[in-house]
């Protein structure tokens, strides 16, 4: 999912956005926090990672002023080891968890997967639709348990469909959360994607629909559909083997 990441440490904030964007997310950068309240004024995010100790507009006046806004957005603070009084107030301005530097790739990665998930309404870590299952802690997916060999954005926009079950989701909202500041992604890439998931998926009766000119939704599953894609995909099958 997408991530904005405000840290002025560049080396911190180059390892960060490496590690994360190899675990498949969408990492948006910046150094001070004039351009964090900027940014999240006018864009969309499912995570802030938030140093405290930015320059031109402090952390917890980012953090003060986004709650304001009455934004859910999940927050993972990073302070100094020493800095206590900062991580009590940025929890008692809204944060959601801190990380005191120096610390582990591994822990932090594990942190930011708690808070997307909840951001998404918590609950079960695996998301059941008819034979289709993903994981949203190990970011992996399965057909009736084999598992489905899909690419980092195909997990990112299978993410969003079972997160919209039902619902239209337009080709722009998938460029904004998809996609980093930057990457030139056309409405043809977007169906690209969408055409490479279906056919991973649609073998088990899952559907993507295409609303034309507005953008896909996930259907919602039905056992008949299911029965009929099985029984085509047997005739299939038989007719090939004569």
């Known amino acids: ?26 990492i948006d950068c910046v150094r001070n926090g004039q351009e964090a309240d900027t940014a999240l004024s006018t864009q969309e995010f499912d995570l802030l990672i938030l140093d405290l100790g930015l320059p031109k507009l402090s952390g917890l006046e980012v953090l003060r002023r986004l709650r304001a806004r009455s934004s859910l957005l999940p927050v993972l603070i990073l302070t100094a080891a020493d800095s206590i009084e ?26 930011v997967r708690a808070l997307v998930r909840r951001g998404a309404g918590g609950g079960a870590t695996v998301i059941k639709h008819g034979p289709l299952s993903y994981d949203q802690v190990g970011r992996s997916a399965y057909i009736n348990d084999q598992m489905l060999d899909l690419s980092a954005r195909e997990l990112g926009l299978l993410e969003i469909l079972l997160a919209r079950t039902g619902r239209l989701v337009s080709k722009e909202q998938l460029v904004d959360h998809l996609c980093e500041w930057g990457e030139e992604v056309s409405n043809n890439a977007i169906e690209v994607y969408v055409h490479r998931l279906r056919k991973k998926i649609e073998v088990g009766g899952v559907r993507i629909a295409t609303v034309r000119g507005l953008g896909y939704c996930l259907e919602k599953f039905n ?3 299911r029965a009929s894609a099985e029984a085509e995909a047997k005739a299939d099958s038989g007719n090939a083997s004569k």
């Open 1 to 26: 999912m997408r991530i904005l990441l405000a840290e002025d440490d560049s080396v911190l904030a180059d390892g960060l956005t490496r590690s994360l964007r190899q675990s498949g997310y969408a």
């Open 86 to 111: 900062q991580r009590v107030n940025g929890l008692d301005l809204g944060a959601d968890d801190y990380m005191a530097k120096p610390f582990a790739l591994s822990e932090l990665e594990a942190r």
């Open 223 to 225: 056992e008949a559909a």
